[in-house]
């Protein structure tokens, strides 16, 4: 079934390596993992928007749990927080700090890089009333550890601001400044004149189209992009909306802020990039998009940005950040960046002399789990060459001969005396581990 990806053991290694070090740089930064159920109400799920398309229903869950509700499986990781920190809001501690690894389910086309089953991996600061602006920088920065710690090529972070954006629209006569958003934010998809014809069909004027266009081929890796979005407003104002005005002014400073912030902790991440729109309308200050230097095609990994309201109801401003992990494994393992240094967690195979011995072999085996040792006995009490043959087709690095007391790594012919209670693999090999390639 097409969309939904299975792992050999070996490409089973490199996700779970994957997972563990977004988790670890996550806890780090004092972010706290939650787990949300998998199951929402599918009039949640979708809210006012058209996702309904994307959601799988669960019908006999839905007769025999709620008969009056329908319900669906997750497609995102957002819509079940908003709803985890609306009901538990009196029990959590703010800012709420939390991330957040589980599988969802959308349906839509599979194709590389999209998957009907996947990983996500979010993490969001959510304040009960109001959220510091600092902490824009801050979501950017752990994210931008994280993907440095991967295996992947350089990510950027492609910033911009949509408070800068909408007060820019504004002052240009775009009156509908959402559906303007959602037309540039296809720029990439349609081309300039795609986007021109969505404008124009929207009732935005041709000179507006020519600004709206020119502030989007605006970008810098630092805060240089001040001085040509301000020589672009001078040329573009047509509306005295001093409302308007402040939203610019206003977006222009928080974004020259963020993206020296980011910069400063970890070098050349962050460009400000006026072409990123993120269509969806409930972002309201920074908007993150995240694309990994030689492998543009993929599009953007990692996505998010600023909100002022968690809940549909208002109120739980917050900023966020999510990986598509399952995007990222299959570029990986498809391109060849990583492997896996073995399929097996079994560091060592202690043979089996014969069978009549074969207890004193499961001794040992023993005696180096309960130290941390994942070890293995052969499956039969065959001529040891044929039991080495055995451990190299497991991709085992290590045989153990209890007679002799001895161990081998297959891999270069060495052979030492060992002993059970004190024998210790070499760090690289006591777990398998993701290489870089």
């Not at 630092?222 to 979005?229: L, P, Q």
């Not at 909100?307 to 299959?330: E, K, M, N, T």
Request: glycine fraction near 8%; charge should be negative.
């Amino acid at each position: 079934m097409s969309g939904f990806p299975e792992w050999s053991p070996s490409e089973r290694v490199v996700e779970a390596s994957i997972i563990a070090s977004l988790r670890e740089v996550f806890a780090l930064h004092g972010f706290a993992e939650i787990e949300t159920r998998a199951v929402e109400l599918t009039s949640r799920l979708a809210g006012d928007s058209d996702a309904a398309k994307e959601i799988y229903a669960l019908s006999r869950l839905a007769a025999e749990d709620k008969p009056d509700a329908r319900l669906g499986l997750h497609f995102d990781l957002t819509v079940p927080f908003a709803r985890y920190v609306e009901e538990f809001a009196p029990s959590l501690v703010f800012p709420f700090r939390r991330y957040q690894i589980q599988k969802v389910w959308r349906g839509e086309r599979p194709q590389e890089g999209r998957y009907r089953e996947f990983y996500q991996a979010d993490i969001d600061i959510v304040a009960r009333e109001t959220l510091p602006a600092h902490l824009d920088a801050e979501v950017a920065i752990v994210m931008a550890r994280a993907l440095k710690a991967l295996p992947i090529p350089k990510a950027t972070i492609h910033m911009n601001n949509r408070r800068l954006v909408e007060g820019f629209y504004r002052s240009v006569g775009v009156t509908d400044v959402p559906g303007a958003l959602r037309s540039v934010d296809k720029l990439d998809k349609i081309g300039s004149d795609g986007v021109r014809a969505e404008l124009e069909a929207k009732g935005v004027s041709s000179t507006a189209q020519d600004a709206v266009l020119e502030l989007a081929k605006i970008h810098s890796r630092d805060a240089s992009f001040i001085g040509a979005i301000d020589d672009l407003w001078q040329t573009s104002f047509t509306n005295g909306d001093d409302e308007a005005e402040k939203l610019f002014a206003d977006g222009v400073a928080e974004l020259a802020a963020l993206v020296n912030a980011v910069n400063a902790a970890v070098p050349g991440t962050a460009v400000a990039d006026l072409r990123i729109a993120r269509g969806l309308d409930y972002y309201t200050g920074a908007v993150f998009e995240t694309v990994l230097e030689g492998h543009e095609d993929l599009g953007s990994i990692c996505s998010g940005g600023r909100y002022d309201s968690l809940v549909a109801g208002g109120g739980f401003p917050g900023v966020g950040l999510s990986i598509g992990v399952s995007r990222l494994v299959g570029r990986v393992l498809s391109a060849g960046l990583a492997s896996a240094s073995r399929a097996v967690p079994s560091a060592v195979l202690i043979a089996v002399t014969d069978e009549d011995s074969r207890g004193a072999s499961d001794a040992i085996a023993d005696a180096l789990r309960a130290r941390g040792i994942p070890a293995e006995v052969a499956p039969s009490a065959a001529k040891f060459g044929k039991q080495i043959q055995h451990a190299e087709r497991r991709g085992i690095p290590f045989v153990w001969f209890p007679d002799a007391g001895e161990v081998k790594d297959i891999r270069s012919g060495a052979q030492e005396s060992a002993r059970a209670d004190s024998w210790e693999p070499p760090a690289e090999d006591r777990w398998p581990r993701t290489v870089r390639t």
